[in-house]
């Protein structure tokens, strides 16, 4: 475990978590497009896809060895955000709490740690100039 590296990024984690609230809690939000083409959805796939991905970053900065073990904890923690979120956004004026977003949400984190995992292999393979196929 390097420890400085594994602090900065449970502060990163940390900081975009709120982050995620203090949007949650902003009544007028920029509304380009957002309801005709159901970017709504695509965009909160990104934001907590690379949510997952700080916290998976953080439990391999952490040196955590279970990999099935850091996926689980990631989703579940992704999810609980999400839905605690969504349960938030109930109480801003002009904003709404759906099951399709956290649905969205749990998307966007599968997506993004399955990208994570495919260019860590990638990078792998080409430190130890093979081909995985």
């Known amino acids: 475990m390097n420890k400085p590296r594994a602090i900065f990024w449970i502060c990163a984690t940390v900081i975009y978590t709120i982050g995620t609230f203090y949007l949650s809690s902003q009544s007028h939000l920029p509304r380009i497009m957002v309801r005709d083409y159901h970017l709504d959805w695509f965009l909160h ?3 907590y896809g690379i949510l997952g991905v ?9 040196g955590m060895n279970s990999r099935m073990q850091s996926i ?3 989703v579940i923690f992704c999810g609980v955000v999400g839905g605690l979120n969504e349960i938030y956004q109930q109480y801003v004026p ?3 709490a759906t099951l399709g977003d956290e649905v969205a949400n749990l998307i966007g984190v599968a997506v993004f740690l399955g990208g994570y995992f495919l260019t860590r292999r990638l990078r792998k393979s080409k430190s130890n100039k093979r081909v995985i196929i």
């Open 45 to 47: 796939a990104i934001e």
């Open 94 to 96: 002009r904003r709404s």
């Open 54 to 62: 700080l916290v998976m970053v953080t439990f391999d900065a952490l």
């Open 72 to 74: 689980v904890i990631t």
